[in-house]
């Protein structure tokens, strides 16, 4: 296995690969200071939006991890700069975090900025493979309110959540064994679609507190988001994370996760009991 670029080396997701993949590595951050200590990876320090020092931090690697960037309403014009910098230094193969039900029309306003990405990868002649994430488990119990209410315009809609670790797992098969995996795109969830009662419920249990959801109306969204003082962009991509799931665009549950990794996925029974959401 060639030299392996892991990005977000600073984050949950891309730390918990890079701390698990053997062989050679090399961590992509934007900040030096906050790379994880591991024992003989090197690091490069470089910006998405910056080509040249992506490029440069790039060279030498046969395969990538990309980590998608952070939520900005200029997000895919980063990960394209990030994608043309990986073709000029030469990199064979691009294993990209995208999401659940990426479309150029999905109601969930950032799915369409992954599937914007995806196509950009196709097209630029890298060897591919897409890990789509369903909404992440972990951050279920952070949707609750102080006052105990998960409140968003869901409906009775279902979302099959997965848990983060089960996504390393799953990406830690594929960087493994790359070519295996090229040119295929997988599903990542949980083992079953869960409406945002049963959510509320698994958190009252888990927990001791008292917790509901309160299906609100899509008017009633945006009003009770308007005191948080974010931008437009960020409150609609707030809002269709449930219309999303209303639309029942996250409910499909997939093999994904135990085919890849060899054990069950997750559920969200499991996780809040390792105090791993917490």
Known sequence: MGL???????????GRVARRLDGAKRLLVRDAGRAPDIEGADVAVAAYRDGDAVRRGLE??????MVSAAEAPDRVTEHRSFVDAAVRAGVRHLVYTSFMGAAADASFTLARDHWATEEHIRDSGLAFTFLRDNLYADFLPFMV???????????????????QDDIVDAALAV?????????????????AALSLTEVAAEIAAATGRQ????????????????????PDW?????VSTYTAIAK??????????PDL??????TLAELLSKGSAA
Do not use: K, N
Not at 60 to 65: K, L, N, P, R, S
Not at 251 to 257: F, G, L, Q
């Open 4 to 14: 392996m670029v892991i990005t977000g080396a600073s984050g949950r997701l891309g």
């Open 60 to 65: 030498g690697a046969e395969t990538v991890f």
């Open 145 to 163: 309110g102080e006052d105990g209410v998960i409140r968003g315009p869901a409906g009775d809609g279902r979302a099959a959540v997965v848990a």
């Open 175 to 191: 960087l493994r064994d790359p070519g295996a995996h090229e040119g295929r795109t997988y599903d990542l969830t949980g083992p």
């Open 211 to 230: 917790v509901r959801y309160h299906a609100e109306s899509i008017p009633e969204a945006y009003a009770s988001r308007a005191s948080y003082g974010a």
């Open 234 to 238: 960020q409150v609609e991509a707030w």
């Open 248 to 257: 029942g665009e996250l409910a499909a549950v997939s093999t994904a996760v």
């Open 261 to 266: 990794t060899g054990h069950p996925a997750t």
